[in-house]
């Protein structure tokens, strides 16, 4: 057995799908990324199974054995629930023209692999795999695993041109599994990119976001920013861009790469690196010491990253963690309880916790002469924080020791006054000047009542 091939390992259920096909006379195999991530060492978030036989042969075949669902019929594909598990089976194709550059035109069905391989993006993801007949690789895709370069099948701008999306996919390849983009391949992209308009929004935020958690995002960022900038070209500027200031020794777009490595690999707080100080170059002024000056650039890169987020179709849950990240990303941490149980009144625990960590990582990727002051009042935060955690500190209306059924009982009439009363005594408890219990609060309010 080849070296390669002792490290697949199927789920049952797939090695049952492959069998009835073959059984049946039927060549099939798994194939794409189950095949690239096994020769890699990697557990395969799924099992793809391409094969010779038409999609209604295949139906035939498992009906009444398994759940099938006719998943994508005009482009061969069938999904078979095989004990519950979904495997997709396609079958042997090769494609038309895109005139959308997203989907073929039409396809057609064939019985050879190698021509349905030959239609596949790129060569890491062109091989297939048999229990039967161990691994085929037709473009040398097991060559360039080990070279860790991602190198197109075929033409590269003709790939590009069949599929836009295929840039983004090659740049989110190279930061998940760490490749170098092979030189035609780069070329490629270069003279294709302004392709990347007619992609919708929310497949280049799913690509976005795969490539900005990826093991080496920073890296591949760097060196994407021409593309990038086509989907989203308020970070172009960046490029190069000298701040001008004594705490930075980096171009912006180097920090900003720096910034995003130095992150949590969680979608949103690396779209927050990623975004942090886009709005600098429309913020800069410049002092009498003669260094630049951003004033205000949190707020406005907030709003930058706001609009690009929408543009781009995103949840409102992540454009509202991206946004209040990027908006605070700069504020001094608090060195106070009082200022720390404010922030985490107004942010929530996971918030500011993401807060502290883009702000560790933005400071990591400043000047090494400023950092060790800004490094010492963030450890003084976080451990603010955790002291405030460990005493389960009142930081918001709903762990007061009172409510507003209580409060009508002090005498408060029902309406606005109770959630004004209700703000006004977790204000009082924040800054320290009442313990949070009920007679506490209920003396409090008698002496110092501000809406009487």
Same mark, same amino acid.
């Given at each position: 057995?080849?070296?390669?091939?002792?490290?697949?390992?199927?789920?049952?259920?797939?090695?049952?799908?492959?069998?009835?096909?073959?059984?049946?006379?039927?060549?099939?195999?798994?194939?794409?990324? @189950?095949?690239?991530?096994?020769?890699?060492?990697?557990?395969?978030?799924?099992?793809?199974? @391409?094969?010779?036989?038409?999609?209604?042969?295949?139906?035939?075949?498992?009906?009444?054995?398994?759940?099938?669902?006719?998943?994508?019929?005009?482009?061969?594909?069938?999904?078979?629930?095989?004990?519950?598990?979904?495997?997709?089976?396609?079958?042997?194709?090769?494609?038309?023209?895109?005139?959308?550059?997203?989907?073929?035109?039409?396809? $057609? +069905?064939?019985?050879?692999?190698?021509?349905?391989?030959?239609?596949?993006?790129?060569?890491?993801?062109?091989?297939?795999?048999?229990?039967?007949?161990?691994?085929?690789?037709?473009?040398?895709?097991?060559? /360039? &695993?080990?070279?860790? #370069?991602?190198? @197109?099948?075929?033409?590269?701008?003709?790939?590009?041109?069949?599929?836009?999306?295929?840039?983004?996919?090659?740049?989110? +390849?190279?930061?998940?599994?760490?490749?170098?983009?092979?030189?035609?391949?780069?070329?490629?992209?270069?003279?294709?990119?302004?392709?990347?308009?007619?992609?919708?929004?929310?497949?280049?935020?799913?690509?976005?976001?795969?490539? &900005?958690?990826?093991?080496?995002?920073?890296?591949?960022?760097?060196?994407?920013? =021409?593309?990038?900038?086509?989907?989203?070209?308020?970070?172009?500027?960046?490029?190069?861009?000298?701040?001008? !200031?004594? $705490?930075?020794?980096?171009?912006?777009?180097? $920090?900003?790469?720096?910034?995003?490595?130095?992150?949590?690999?969680?979608?949103?707080?690396?779209?927050?690196?990623? +975004?942090?100080?886009?709005?600098?170059?429309? @913020?800069?002024?410049?002092?009498?010491?003669?260094?630049?000056?951003?004033?205000?650039?949190?707020?406005?890169?907030?709003?930058?990253?706001?609009?690009?987020? !929408?543009? #781009?179709?995103?949840?409102?849950?992540?454009?509202?963690?991206?946004?209040?990240?990027?908006?605070?990303?700069?504020? =001094?941490?608090?060195?106070?309880?009082?200022?720390?149980?404010?922030?985490?009144?107004?942010?929530?625990?996971?918030?500011?916790?993401?807060?502290?960590?883009?702000?560790?990582?933005?400071?990591?990727?400043?000047?090494?002469?400023?950092?060790?002051?800004?490094?010492?009042?963030?450890?003084?935060?976080?451990?603010?924080?955790?002291?405030?955690?460990?005493?389960?500190?009142?930081?918001?209306?709903?762990?007061?020791?009172?409510?507003?059924?209580?409060?009508?009982?002090?005498?408060?009439?029902?309406?606005?006054? #109770?959630?004004?009363?209700?703000?006004? #005594?977790?204000?009082?408890?924040? /800054?320290?000047?009442?313990?949070?219990?009920?007679?506490?609060?209920?003396?409090?309010?008698?002496?110092? !009542?501000?809406?009487?």
């Amino acid at each position: 057995m080849a070296r390669w091939e002792a490290i697949f390992s199927p789920p049952p259920s797939v090695l049952k799908v492959l069998e009835q096909l073959e059984q049946n006379g039927w060549e099939s195999w798994t194939v794409g990324g @189950c095949v690239r991530d096994s020769l890699l060492g990697k557990v395969p978030a799924d099992w793809d199974v @391409c094969t010779a036989a038409l999609p209604e042969t295949v139906q035939s075949l498992f009906e009444g054995r398994f759940p099938v669902i006719p998943t994508g019929l005009r482009h061969g594909t069938v999904t078979i629930l095989a004990d519950g598990m979904p495997v997709e089976v396609t079958t042997f194709r090769t494609e038309g023209t895109y005139t959308d550059h997203r989907r073929p035109d039409e396809v $057609h +069905f064939v019985t050879s692999l190698h021509q349905d391989l030959a239609r596949r993006d790129f060569t890491v993801n062109a091989m297939a795999w048999s229990p039967i007949r161990g691994i085929r690789d037709d473009f040398g895709g097991q060559k /360039d &695993l080990e070279a860790g #370069l991602l190198r @197109c099948v075929g033409q590269p701008e003709h790939r590009f041109e069949e599929d836009a999306l295929r840039m983004l996919r090659a740049l989110r +390849f190279c930061a998940q599994y760490g490749f170098t983009l092979e030189e035609e391949t780069r070329r490629g992209i270069a003279a294709r990119k302004e392709l990347l308009k007619t992609v919708a929004g929310e497949r280049v935020l799913t690509e976005l976001k795969k490539l &900005l958690t990826g093991l080496q995002a920073g890296r591949t960022l760097l060196d994407s920013l =021409p593309a990038l900038g086509v989907v989203l070209p308020q970070l172009l500027p960046l490029g190069g861009f000298d701040q001008h !200031n004594p $705490h930075h020794h980096l171009d912006l777009w180097t $920090h900003t790469c720096q910034v995003v490595d130095g992150c949590p690999r969680e979608a949103e707080i690396r779209l927050a690196a990623l +975004f942090h100080d886009v709005a600098k170059p429309l @913020c800069q002024s410049w002092g009498e010491d003669g260094n630049a000056h951003y004033i205000g650039h949190g707020a406005m890169s907030a709003e930058i990253a706001r609009s690009c987020l !929408n543009r #781009l179709k995103s949840d409102g849950e992540t454009v509202r963690q991206v946004t209040a990240l990027v908006c605070h990303h700069d504020d =001094p941490p608090p060195q106070t309880r009082k200022g720390m149980a404010r922030l985490l009144g107004k942010l929530g625990l996971e918030m500011t916790g993401k807060l502290l960590a883009l702000r560790r990582a933005d400071i990591l990727a400043q000047s090494p002469d400023t950092r060790a002051a800004k490094l010492s009042e963030l450890e003084g935060a976080q451990k603010l924080m955790e002291q405030l955690m460990e005493e389960q500190a009142c930081l918001t209306i709903s762990q007061l020791t009172v409510d507003g059924r209580m409060l009508m009982d002090w005498g408060i009439p029902a309406g606005p006054q #109770l959630g004004n009363t209700l703000r006004w #005594l977790l204000e009082q408890v924040l /800054d320290g000047t009442v313990s949070n219990t009920p007679e506490a609060l209920k003396q409090i309010w008698e002496e110092k !009542n501000p809406f009487a």
